[in-house]
């Protein structure tokens, strides 16, 4: 017979634990009790401060004023993330947020401009970019769409405190009477005859019962490794980089909305822009450079002076063979590691949280529904694998030892696959509503020099002049709303208004 939920145990604070908190005290805290454990002692990595869009929605779920929040946890505007260095040395583009150029019917935008470049049109492709001209420029503004046209608007999400954002989700979850204690777990039980966790003891020997157990506990995978023995699949012969460096200091003006990604000769460096610092980070491997060399590299190129220690984070890439096993529920980095190169940690808390609120097995756990979480979970982290693993593959960088591994490696056949079809058509196919849009994969893939040798035929419905035209005035447009659109720092200011 199945026992009914009715007592949740979240096991760790921190962002993924006080994210859970406070979304299934929103959608399911009138029926359970939810007691969130953390210790002080213990803390969090917290390093994460970089979002992507759905986080967006993530808040609105909640009902959090946007204003508050943003004041609450020193958030900025994130419109992209742009990459330096990483095709050839001095190269730049941008994964920006939100549409680039105008929708047809039957093919994308950039089939019009592969077409034009073929015609010896010669475009950037960010010039058709609201999000990019906008971001270079250093304004925002809450835009649906551009003004009288059917084109859209700026996509954004935010860089914020991510300690400072736990700590509100906690104000929030606890007022809807989340139930939190502070305490180091020592130990915990488990059913002889199911394999279920009964229950965790603390440091002081109280002991916390549950029917559901959510592991917040971090790398270290207190329940869902060290207890119930889940297995990890290693994903670092693709994603050679096993340690981080992160260091936060002082702001400077302006304060960009955006993310940059600036990649060094054995790795990538970080840079996150909020309201009273600057996040910053290391992100390399450690069989081609050492952590000392990574430190100094890092500290030599920060805007501001130094807030902290710089930080040593080890990880291994890679993902828990189940997130849901048995009767506990791994959220955050207890579930996984991917490197933050496309902002996906805290994406990867939310996505998790919100499919188990969607799957919520108030009758009880079914294997069934326990299967189908871990096949969705899967996808997922493979299908930002292999976009992570493109940014790698797809260098044409030859001064280091690390790059050139980097474009010798085998790559999973799902990501050649998808590689293969863009080189030959153009096409970008979105799979299992993975994360990343067609649009996102164009940019990614063009801005390191990836340029289709075909196009969709329907760009040929327009003559080479006709097509010039249309492009002229498609960048007109955006070039002039960008400029209209106010300054970054002023929406900011605003918010404290």
């Not at 929605?57 to 020193?74: R, S």
């Not at 506990?217 to 980089?241: F, K, V």
């Not at 196919?429 to 040798?453: C, H, M, S, Y």
Request: proline residues 3%; negative net charge.
């Amino acid at each position: 017979m199945k026992n009914k939920i009715n007592n949740i145990v979240i096991v760790g604070g921190g962002t993924a634990g006080w994210m859970s908190a406070s979304l299934l005290a929103k959608t399911q805290g009138s029926n359970i009790n939810i007691t969130l454990i953390e210790s002080e002692q213990i803390g969090s990595i917290g390093v994460g401060e970089a979002t992507i869009p759905p986080i967006i929605h993530f808040n609105e779920e909640l009902g959090l004023d946007p204003k508050e929040f943003i004041k609450e946890t020193k958030a900025t505007i994130k419109l992209g993330i742009e990459f330096e260095n990483w095709g050839n040395i001095g190269d730049k583009y941008m994964h920006a947020f939100g549409d680039i150029g105008k929708s047809f019917p039957l093919c994308d935008f950039n089939h019009f401009w592969v077409k034009a470049k073929q015609e010896n049109i010669d475009y950037n492709f960010w010039d058709f970019s609201l999000n990019y001209q906008t971001a270079k420029l250093n304004r925002f503004a809450a835009l649906d769409k551009i003004p009288g046209l059917n084109m859209g608007g700026i996509a954004f999400a935010f860089h914020f405190d991510a300690g400072l954002y736990a700590k509100f989700l906690r104000k929030y979850s606890e007022a809807r009477g989340v139930n939190r204690i502070e305490g180091k777990i020592v130990s915990s039980e488990q059913c002889e005859n199911t394999g279920n966790v009964l229950s965790v003891e603390l440091e002081n020997g109280t002991k916390i019962e549950g029917d559901l157990f959510i592991d917040c506990s971090g790398i270290r995978g207190l329940l869902i490794e060290q207890q119930l023995n889940t297995g990890y699949e290693d994903w670092s012969h693709w994603l050679p980089a096993d340690t981080a460096i992160a260091v936060p200091c002082e702001s400077v003006e302006p304060i960009t909305p955006y993310t940059r990604s600036i990649a060094h000769d054995s790795g990538w460096q970080w840079r996150i822009p909020l309201q009273h610092r600057i996040g910053n980070g290391m992100v390399f491997s450690s069989k081609h450079m050492s952590v000392e060399d990574a430190k100094q590299q890092l500290m030599s190129n920060l805007d501001g002076k130094p807030l902290a220690d710089p930080q040593v984070i080890k990880f291994r890439v890679g993902r828990r063979l189940k997130q849901w096993n048995k009767n506990v529920v791994s959220i955050g980095l207890s579930s996984g590691f991917l490197e933050p190169l496309e902002s996906t940690s805290i994406h990867l808390i939310q996505s998790a949280v919100v499919r188990l609120a969607k799957m919520f097995p108030h009758n009880g756990i079914t294997e069934v529904m326990s299967n189908e979480y871990n096949r969705q979970s899967k996808l997922e982290y493979e299908r930002i694998r292999d976009f992570i693993i493109l940014h790698y593959k797809l260098n044409n960088r030859t001064d280091s030892k690390f790059w050139r591994d980097c474009q010798r490696m085998e790559i999973p056949d799902s990501l050649q696959h998808k590689m293969a079809v863009f080189k030959a058509s153009g096409l970008v196919f979105r799979e299992n509503d993975e994360l990343f849009t067609k649009i996102a994969w164009q940019q990614v893939l063009i801005g390191q020099g990836l340029i289709p040798e075909d196009y969709h035929r329907s760009a040929d419905q327009l003559s080479a002049a006709e097509l010039k035209e249309m492009l002229d005035t498609l960048k007109e447009i955006v070039t002039k709303t960008a400029n209209q659109i106010p300054l970054h720092k002023d929406y900011i200011a605003a918010c404290y208004n």
